[in-house]
């Protein structure tokens, strides 16, 4: 085909997107048309002496079956779920960790006794976080910043504390709701399960009703956050109208300092960093700010590439650490995959399922050459928030998904300014394109996140109110954001 | 934040559980260089060793480390060189006069790579540890590292914080005198006390920039008389002395200040003040307990009036004194004392310009240091006033250094001797009656 057939396709594709996506309307334009052309030729008398020869009892029905089947529709259907607000933990300038100071303590550690980590294992972190996309400003929790690290119950609980009793302090301040009004509290941390859980430290610092409905979310990875929204989007099915749901994402970094020398088990040191989200969800809509339209969730556990992706254990010298496989991009992809087929139906727009089904087909019975359709979610979605796993990870969802430098800038910069900060990264992907002034009402935003399993998890958001202040974690850095990260950072 | 790691056999009554951090400058420096004077790097094998003591009580108690820590991440960001490393430039093009062998010039990388904080206890009461006047007491307050053997990783300034078992507190601070002298030292830390006490101390001045390299003197020449040639050191910066060196601080007291004056008014040149007469006792006694042979005293002052404002530099007058024919052991102080005001060869400039690796402080010579002007007892956090300062070095040559300061109702003067610690007891005992208000 030349390119200019290929161009004049891409000048019709609006036509069709059109014409495909308000097909009922379409449809029903000309039946509406031929009916009152109809009418007019038959004539108003006509037309009354029908209407009086219908019978009342036929009249009746025909609006009480209509009626009946609204009802039923409208009770059964889910109730939705509105985000009322969310805070995300604010970093503080002394947990900031430049990387010249990591190196540094990397390098100390090395004379610890009971530490194997190495020279050659600090040279390998040391070109990892060159090309890492990180900035000079990510933060540590404070035991981290002894040498060595202190990973002990007292640390890891203070560490805890500061995150998420100050990202709820933000939360209640901002949404001005009493922490007994809250009848749903979902946590969600992978690497730190003390007893009591998260959840009564939270119950016991804001003093919550006794009835509340708590759970913790423990080794669910850095999806789990998703995860935690989906949970308590259930919870609100069967609480009473108008209930609120708390959902608190973090990850413990202090008792995960990995002091070994395998290589696959560095990456974590690197790349993990303090930080969490509190967000308050409801089944009211008053003072609402998003509405959650749909929470999906792939798990591709059952292969064992996947299960073994990422995982916790020893290495041969007994140091505790997280395993990546080498293959991690390539089960990410396929968990991808699995993820939009699951959702892609359920957000894209008729055309784009239209065309991504027609070229399904093609390929199944015309030619397996034919490249597959790449559906494009920007047609679903304003607003991207990619979980910020790594650079690595960005990259390759950005070529999967077809989505331009601007669409993964959120992620990219989330990156850079906090590091992964795992379950709540997309939280401050989303206050970052707020703090941007990007978000409009009726945008809406698609939140991916992956996590060990392997999972990737969706939820699909709808904006009712943008945000109407500048307080977030980026207040004092979005100024100097975007900025250019370059392929391998000198320092 | 408690955290207990005790493993080690402990010396009864010594200083232990030292947990390292670091603290960084809070807001990003950027890809910046700081340029190293000619006079910074002639200092470079030098390190200042202060100590404050501050008493027990409410203040003290209430004095966590985070509350000590927290200040410091903006004091950086105003001292960020402070919290920068120290890199060699790259090699100059070949075919210059240098020869191939020759060092490159050390720089400071403004990395914000942070400055280390050590925290200790000790078992014992401040008054008791004060009262036992034992030597070299500095060296366990203040964390005894030096630049090297790792230069890349090796930190510039060291805060120690000690806790007493009475509850008083001592804050040993460890600071490579190649980023600065020590009334810029003096004024880094008093910063850091009043951003803790809530207070906007001054701006920091930074400029001009030093310039790389400034009119260096041929190479062949021979060192300057107020130092000493060493090395060529690579990148361990202390010259190990064949001599064990100790820290020994004593007060010489308002009465016997008195005394001196005394002594000095019948002469015509009543000129000295109380830094000349001060060294010129510890002379004296120095020049008694060697027998003699203290001929010539490098002398190292602090002169307010040549200073540029610059927040970190190193401006003190470097310059020589020769005992006129006699021995300093038999000389009157008050005629030392005259020596001192009068006949000083002042050879700042020779030092700085002079290329190779000196040691500045008993290199070459007893090395005499007025520190009368530097401001140490104003560290005053929340409100605590220390109670006692002393200031010692460490990377002193063998001819050891005698530092006069002021003490802590300014009207005497505490001095600190760094000498061989074979010396000290010699020392002790000849002080013994030099102090004697007869």
């Known amino acids: 085909m030349g390119s200019s057939?290929?161009?004049?396709?891409?000048?019709?594709?609006?036509?069709?997107?059109?014409?495909?996506?308000?097909?009922?309307?379409?449809?029903?334009?000309?039946?509406?048309?031929?009916?009152?052309?109809?009418?007019?030729?038959?004539?108003?008398?006509?037309?009354?002496?029908?209407?009086?020869?219908?019978?009342?009892?036929?009249?009746?029905?025909?609006?009480?079956?209509?009626?009946?089947?609204?009802?039923?529709?409208?009770?059964?259907?889910?109730?939705?779920?509105?985000?009322?607000?969310?805070?995300?933990?604010?970093?503080?300038?002394?947990?900031?960790?430049?990387?010249?100071?990591?190196?540094?303590?990397?390098?100390?550690?090395?004379?610890?006794?009971?530490a194997s980590i190495d020279e050659r294992s600090v040279r390998f972190m040391t070109r990892l976080l060159e090309r890492s996309g990180l900035g000079e400003e990510t933060c540590l929790p404070p035991a981290h910043h002894?040498?060595?690290?202190?990973?002990?119950?007292?640390?890891?609980?203070?560490?805890?504390?500061?995150?998420?009793?100050?990202?709820?302090?933000?939360?209640?301040?901002?949404?001005?709701?009493?922490?007994?009004?809250?009848?749903?509290?979902?946590?969600?941390?992978?690497?730190?399960?003390?007893?009591?859980?998260?959840?009564?430290?939270?119950?016991?610092?804001?003093?919550?009703?006794?009835?509340?409905?708590?759970?913790?979310?423990?080794?669910?990875?850095c999806s789990a956050g998703l995860i935690s929204v989906g949970l308590a989007k259930n919870f609100l099915q069967v609480a009473p109208k108008g209930a609120h749901a708390l959902v608190v994402s973090t990850e413990t970094i202090t008792p995960n300092y990995y002091v070994g020398k395998e290589r696959a088990m560095l990456l974590p040191n690197c790349l993990f960093r303090i930080g969490g989200a509190a967000v308050l969800l409801s089944t009211s809509r008053a003072r609402a700010r998003f509405r959650l339209a749909r929470v999906v969730r792939t798990l591709t556990g059952a292969q064992d590439s996947a299960y073994r992706c990422v995982f916790q254990e020893e290495d041969g010298e007994g140091h505790r650490g997280i395993n990546l496989s080498k293959d991690l991009m390539t089960i990410a992809g396929d968990a991808l995959k699995a993820n939009i087929t699951a959702i892609g139906p359920l957000v894209l727009p008729a055309s784009e399922q239209l065309l991504f089904a027609l070229s399904f087909i093609a390929r199944r019975v015309l030619n397996r050459h034919v490249k597959p359709y790449l559906p494009d979610f920007r047609t679903a979605f304003e607003h991207f928030c990619i979980h910020a796993g790594g650079r690595a990870v960005i990259d390759e969802l950005q070529r999967s998904l077809g989505l331009s430098d601007q669409d993964v800038e959120a992620s990219r910069m989330a990156l850079h300014r906090f590091g992964n900060t795992s379950s709540s990264s997309v939280w401050y992907e989303l206050a970052y394109i707020e703090a941007k002034g990007r978000m409009r009402r009726g945008d809406r935003v698609w939140m991916i996140g992956f996590g060990s399993g392997f999972k990737c998890n969706s939820a699909a958001w709808e904006c009712i109110a943008p945000a109407c202040t500048a307080e977030g974690p980026w207040a004092e850095s979005i100024s100097r954001y975007p900025v250019d990260i370059p392929e391998v950072l000198k320092h | 934040m408690v955290f207990e790691q005790e493993q080690e056999e402990v010396a009864p009554g010594a200083v232990h559980g030292h947990r390292l951090s670091t603290v960084v400058p809070s807001s990003v420096t950027g890809e910046v260089d700081y340029a190293l004077a000619d006079a910074d790097l002639a200092f470079k094998l030098h390190y200042l060793r202060g100590v404050y003591y501050y008493p027990p009580g409410e203040v003290a108690r209430g004095l966590a480390t985070k509350v000590l820590k927290d200040p410091m991440f903006p004091w950086l960001d105003d001292y960020f060189p402070v919290a920068g490393r120290v890199r060699r430039a790259e090699q100059e093009a070949a075919g210059g006069e240098g020869d191939a062998g020759a060092p490159r010039r050390p720089y400071i990388k403004c990395n914000d790579c942070g400055v280390r904080i050590v925290e200790a206890k000790c078992d014992r009461d401040m008054d008791e540890w004060l009262r036992d006047d034992a030597p070299d007491r500095l060296r366990q307050l203040c964390y005894d590292k030096v630049l090297g053997p790792e230069l890349f990783f090796s930190p510039l300034l060291y805060v120690q914080i000690t806790n007493f078992k009475c509850g008083g507190l001592a804050l040993g601070f460890s600071w490579a005198h190649l980023i600065g002298d020590v009334p810029s030292a003096v004024t880094c830390f008093n910063k850091w006390a009043q951003i803790l006490s809530g207070k906007k101390p001054e701006d920091t001045v930074l400029t001009p920039l030093n310039k790389p390299v400034q009119g260096q003197s041929p190479a062949g020449?021979?060192?300057?008389?107020?130092?000493?040639?060493?090395?060529?050191?690579?990148?361990?910066?202390?010259?190990?002395?064949?001599?064990?060196?100790?820290?020994?601080?004593?007060?010489?007291?308002?009465?016997?200040?008195?005394?001196?004056?005394?002594?000095?008014?019948?002469r015509h040149d009543a000129a000295a003040g109380t830094f000349e007469l001060v060294s010129a006792l510890a002379w004296q006694t120095v020049a008694k307990i060697r027998g003699g042979d203290v001929d010539t005293v490098t002398v190292v002052r602090t002169g307010a009036a040549a200073r540029s404002g610059k927040s970190l530099a190193n401006e003190m007058t470097v310059g020589y004194v020769a005992s006129a024919g006699s021995s300093p052991a038999k000389t009157d102080v008050a005629e030392l004392a005259a020596l001192l005001a009068k006949n000083v060869v002042d050879e700042t400039a020779a030092v700085a310009a002079f290329q190779g690796d000196v040691l500045v402080y008993g290199g070459a010579n007893l090395t005499l240091m007025d520190m009368e002007q530097v401001n140490v007892y104003a560290l005053e956090i929340k409100g605590l006033r220390p109670v006692h300062v002393e200031y010692g070095m460490d990377g002193v040559g063998e001819e050891g250094a005698v530092l006069v300061q002021p003490d802590a109702d300014g009207r005497g003067r505490l001095v600190t001797a760094v000498l061989p610690r074979d010396e000290i007891d010699s020392l002790r005992a000849a002080l013994g009656t030099a102090l004697q208000v007869a």
Not at chain 1, 69 to 85: E, H, N
Not at chain 1, 183 to 201: H, Q, Y
Request: proline letters at 6%; one cysteine or more; charged letters at 15%.
């Open chain 1, 146 to 221: 002894y040498i060595p690290p202190y990973r002990n119950m007292e640390a890891s609980r203070a560490e805890v504390e500061l995150v998420i009793f100050s990202a709820i302090d933000d939360l209640l301040a901002k949404t001005g709701i009493s922490p007994n009004a809250i009848d749903v509290l979902v946590v969600n941390c992978s690497l730190f399960a003390p007893i009591p859980s998260f959840t009564d430290m939270i119950i016991h610092r804001y003093g919550m009703r006794p009835d509340i409905r708590n759970v913790h979310l423990s080794g669910m990875g």
């Open chain 2, 221 to 266: 020449v021979t060192a300057p008389r107020s130092v000493k040639q060493v090395g060529p050191i690579e990148d361990h910066w202390l010259v190990s002395a064949g001599r064990d060196m100790a820290c020994y601080s004593f007060h010489v007291s308002d009465a016997v200040l008195k005394k001196l004056q005394q002594q000095q008014k019948g």
């Open chain 1, 5 to 114: 057939a290929a161009h004049q396709l891409k000048q019709l594709k609006p036509l069709y997107q059109h014409v495909v996506n308000n097909f009922v309307a379409v449809l029903a334009a000309p039946l509406a048309v031929a009916a009152v052309v109809n009418a007019a030729r038959v004539g108003p008398d006509e037309l009354i002496g029908r209407l009086q020869a219908l019978r009342a009892v036929h009249v009746f029905l025909a609006v009480f079956v209509a009626a009946a089947a609204a009802t039923l529709y409208v009770m059964l259907r889910p109730r939705s779920v509105y985000l009322v607000d969310y805070a995300c933990f604010r970093t503080r300038p002394n947990c900031r960790v430049p990387f010249a100071t990591f190196l540094e303590h990397a390098k100390l550690v090395t004379f610890v006794e009971g």
